[in-house]
């Protein structure tokens, strides 16, 4: 029963990965198109969707506490986190279980290493940008201050 709760998980903060990829994307041409609102209610989404996965990564860090407990396994000090549970102790989930959470596992692992990249991307582009318009700010007082002093003479 406790399998089928963690693989419920997975596949909530599956889902959530997945909406924060397409988050990810849609803030892409949000900035590319310097659209303010639309990038605010990209990141109130975003907000949003990270509360979300928080609250399911307490709630599976706490069932996978649980086994350990349940199953009165010894952490040799070892962190009570999922992949140790699944490597050391493979003996005491059911072996289609155990393989549809692994499964699942490395696809959320494989996710959460496109939205990272993305948001590197993301952070790049907001970055440039922030750049391109403090150099023209720059320029554009440099020529101001030019024709100021053009007029005195």
Do not use: C, W
């Not at 989404?45 to 979300?52: H, K």
């Not at 199953?71 to 549970?85: D, T």
């Not at 102790?89 to 596992?105: M, Q, S, T, V, W």
């Amino acid at each position: 029963m406790m399998e089928t709760e963690l693989y419920d998980l997975l596949s909530k903060e599956e889902k959530i990965i997945r909406s924060l990829i397409a988050s990810a994307k849609l803030k892409q041409s949000v900035i590319i198109q310097n659209d303010y609102e639309a990038l605010n209610n990209v990141n109130v989404n975003e907000s949003s969707l990270l509360s979300e996965l928080d609250n399911i990564s307490r709630s599976q860090q706490k069932l996978v506490s649980k086994l350990f407990e349940i199953n009165a396994l010894k952490e040799n000090g070892k962190p009570r986190i999922l992949p140790i549970l699944i490597n050391e102790y493979k003996d005491i989930f059911n072996p289609n279980h155990l393989r549809k959470i692994n499964e699942l596992r490395l696809t959320v692992r494989d996710q959460v290493k496109i939205l990272t990249g993305l948001n590197h991307q993301n952070r790049f582009m907001i970055e440039h940008a922030s750049s391109l318009v403090k150099e023209t700010i720059s320029l554009l007082l440099k020529s101001r201050k030019t024709s100021l002093i053009d007029r005195k003479a």
